[in-house]
């Protein structure tokens, strides 16, 4: 069998045991599922006529507040889902089973790449859901284009690629599921201070830098853009950037932690 054939088998067969490992523990994916769902419901029905009084021309308009909070939730979810990731790596790490597919003939990439899969594919599916509430509770996109849809989806799978591989190396490098849980926490506090919930520009001057320079803004705005037809400017590039970026970091070490010699 050729090399290209061998990893596809091994990457299907450990994406296989990943979602099946995720189907019979779901009880994490939807307490880190739920945190968005959550805040989407307490930012909009707590918060959401004071918080809306910020956007547009300073009234208070929830469902203007509703479409400008719904993007950012999206990525929040990205970044909740993958939690579950570095968790799940750290426990196969803890348990020894990673140490047993290094002693197995099987393509070594294929158990990274597997979790990766695995994972951006229940980030998807955790955005349509989140998408799905949101839709619920008032949020439209009337003059995004199909062409417009379909970006603004591969932007969100971008998103999550890069974010899981961190998540990955952070499972690979902690040395059980809670410390990988507490390590990736900065996966869900850093849309906390983006342009998820309020302007950059209604910031503090000396706290508007730590939400604009970082991946969660330029994503926000371009994601807006897309599905609202706001402004993109130069945060389309920013974003796709950031993603690559992290992709490249994230995979790159992860492949270096997975292939040193266990302690």
């Known amino acids: 069998m050729s090399v290209p054939s061998l990893a596809l088998r091994d990457t299907s067969t450990m994406l296989r045991r990943n979602l099946l490992h995720a189907r019979r523990y779901p009880s994490l994916t939807l307490q880190l599922l739920l945190t968005p769902v959550m805040l989407l419901l307490l930012f909009v029905y707590v918060f959401g006529d004071a918080m809306s009084a910020g956007i547009g021309d300073g009234r208070a308009d929830r469902s203007a507040y509703i479409a400008y909070l719904v993007p950012g939730l999206l990525l929040m979810t990205v970044g909740s889902t993958t939690i579950g990731t570095a968790v799940s790596v750290a426990t196969d790490m803890a348990e020894g089973i990673m140490a047993r597919f290094r002693t197995m003939a099987i393509h070594r990439g294929s158990v990274l790449v597997g979790h990766v899969i695995g994972s951006v594919l229940q980030c998807l599916v955790s955005v349509l859901l989140v998408g799905a509430v949101a839709v619920a509770i008032g949020f439209r996109s009337t003059d995004a284009t199909p062409l417009e849809w379909v970006a603004a989806f591969g932007l969100l799978a971008l998103f999550a690629l890069a974010l899981t591989w961190l998540a990955v190396g952070m499972g690979l490098s902690s040395p059980n599921a809670e410390a990988a849980s507490n390590n990736a926490m900065p996966l869900i506090f850093l849309p906390l201070v983006s342009s998820a919930f309020v302007p950059v520009d209604s ?39 950031w993603c690559l970026g992290l992709a490249v970091l994230g995979c790159l070490w992860s492949r270096k932690l997975f292939r040193r010699d266990p302690k």
């Open 203 to 241: 910031m503090p001057g000396w706290f508007r830098p730590v939400a604009e320079y970082q991946p969660f803004t330029p994503a926000n705005e371009t994601l807006r853009g897309l599905l609202l037809g706001t402004g993109i400017g130069h945060n389309g590039w920013l974003a796709v950037a």
